[in-house]
Nanobody, 115 residues
């Protein structure tokens, strides 16, 4: 079955860095568009970054210049490098795989940024 397993979350001080990983199985990873979403308490889930199967990336304005999404098709893994973290980045971060109207989600990893 399809599995997306996030890791790398934790508690970090403002200005610090974290690297999230999402290891996948059960999908043809190289054909899927991959995304990182986040959901803060009391807020809707928002798309943070996308990397398409061809390698093009997109970011929400609030993380541009601070976050970098990347993928390793040999390892079936997508990453989110998060630098210069701010308290408003605190959220549960979810990995998403999309292809042909099929969406798959991970269980989420908590990122907490202390000010």
């Amino acid at each position: 079955q399809v599995q997306l397993v996030e890791s790398g979350g934790g508690l970090v001080q403002a200005g610090g860095s974290l690297r999230l990983s999402c290891a996948t199985s059960g999908i043809i990873f190289r054909l899927h568009d991959m995304g990182w979403y986040r959901q803060a308490p009391g807020k809707q889930r928002e798309l943070v970054a996308t990397i398409y199967s061809g390698g093009t990336t997109n970011y929400v304005d609030s993380v541009k210049g601070r976050f970098t999404i990347s993928r390793d098709n040999a390892k079936n893994t997508v990453y989110l490098q998060m630098n210069s973290l701010k308290s408003e980045d605190t959220a549960v971060y979810y990995c998403n795989a999309y292809r042909s109207n099929m969406n798959y989600w991970g269980q989420g990893t908590q990122v907490t940024v202390s000010s």
